[in-house]
């Protein structure tokens, strides 16, 4: 055998000792990162550290609430397509729980697909701004379209939860009704057998 091939054949075992030492070294980390991750979990570190990202999360989501379209159709390409399709998917999401409980949503759900097609073309151009140059003029129109449809679509989301809230409305006034005779049964239940074990 050659020289070459002598080489090929320690590279080939040398790399599959060094896959097998690897996919040994993550299992067994797996394993005792599962075995010890309640103590992990109480650490103050790890507490300290999983409360920070919850809020910074909060932050984020207090952000997009208060935000008002415009300012969220301000920032990089990568953001403002992000909070467009967030905005798209909450209006769908509304909009689909509402039709799941029967409550009447109209032309809604086609309104949702009109939304979905235009954020679609509006996310390809915010692709492609994000490849032009530092120093580039950057488009208005296209922040303002977006501006326009994060608008539309927080206000289809609205329009859903209000009729979703019409729609149960009746069941929770019932089962407010039905818990308070309840309560009024067993209070009055209560005192029945208060009266009753009361010595004379």
């Keep these: 055998m050659t020289f070459v091939a002598h080489a090929l054949e320690f590279l080939v075992l040398a790399g599959l000792v060094v896959l097998g030492s690897l996919a040994a070294v993550f299992f067994v980390g797996r394993a005792y990162v599962r075995r010890h991750w309640r103590l992990v979990r109480g650490h103050v570190a790890t507490r300290g550290l999983l409360a920070s990202?919850?809020?910074?999360?909060?932050?984020?989501?207090?952000?997009?609430?208060?935000a008002t379209p415009e300012e969220l159709s301000?920032?990089?390409?990568?953001?403002v397509r992000r909070r467009l399709w967030v905005a798209v998917e909450d209006a769908e999401g509304a909009v689909a729980h509402a039709d799941a409980h029967d409550a009447p949503v109209a032309e809604l759900p086609a309104?949702?697909?009109?939304?979905?097609?235009v954020a679609g073309e509006l996310d390809a151009l915010l692709a492609l701004e994000r490849r032009l140059p530092r120093g580039a003029a950057r488009s208005d129109a296209v922040r303002s379209q977006v501006a326009e449809v994060?608008?539309?679509?927080?206000d289809v989301q609205a329009a859903a939860l209000r009729s979703g809230s019409d729609a149960t409305e009746p069941q929770v006034r019932s089962l407010v009704r039905n818990a308070r005779d309840e309560v009024d049964i067993v209070a009055a239940a209560l005192s029945r057998l208060r009266s009753v074990a009361q010595p004379r």
């Design 111 to 117: 309104v949702c697909r009109s939304l979905r097609g």
């Design 74 to 79: 301000q920032g990089s390409p990568s953001r």
């Design 150 to 154: 994060i608008g539309a679509a927080r």
């Design 53 to 66: 990202l919850a809020w910074l999360a909060a932050g984020r989501e207090r952000y997009g609430s208060r």
